[in-house]
């Protein structure tokens, strides 16, 4: 059974940082691309950032380039983002993801439940 578990979100001011963690099992994990999604209240899912399966590639939203850092760790089944300079329009709950390396919801068939990120201002 596919499971993705997300873990790190909180509350944090306006130019902090946090490090959100998804953790993977049941499948193998370094044969999918990986992905980070956010959906803040009232709007609809957004992709955030990408990493492929080998961790050669990247690929960001234009909203968080520069800010915002995906990654992944084969051997621990998990993947990373590591978020500063953290603004009030970031707030949402960021979802882990596996699939085809895109930007686009229905390039991933595997979901994470969740974790809630709040930026204060």
């Known amino acids: 059974q596919v499971q993705l578990v997300e873990s790190g979100g909180g509350l944090v001011q306006a130019g902090g940082s946090l490090r959100l963690s998804c953790a993977a099992s049941?499948?193998?994990?370094?044969?999918?691309?990986m992905a980070w999604f956010r959906q803040a209240p009232g709007k609809e899912r957004e992709f955030v950032a990408t990493i492929n399966w080998i961790a050669s590639s990247t690929d960001y939203a234009d909203s968080v380039k520069g800010r915002f850092t995906i990654s992944r760790d084969n051997a621990k089944s998990t993947m990373y983002l590591q978020m500063n300079s953290l603004e009030p329009e970031d707030t949402g709950v960021y979802y882990c993801?596996?699939?085809?390396?895109?930007?686009?919801?229905?390039?991933?068939?595997?979901w994470g439940q969740g974790t809630q990120v709040t930026g204060s201002s």
């Open positions: 993801a596996a699939g085809r390396n895109g930007s686009r919801f229905k390039d991933y068939g595997y």
């Open positions: 049941g499948y193998s994990f370094s044969s999918y691309d």
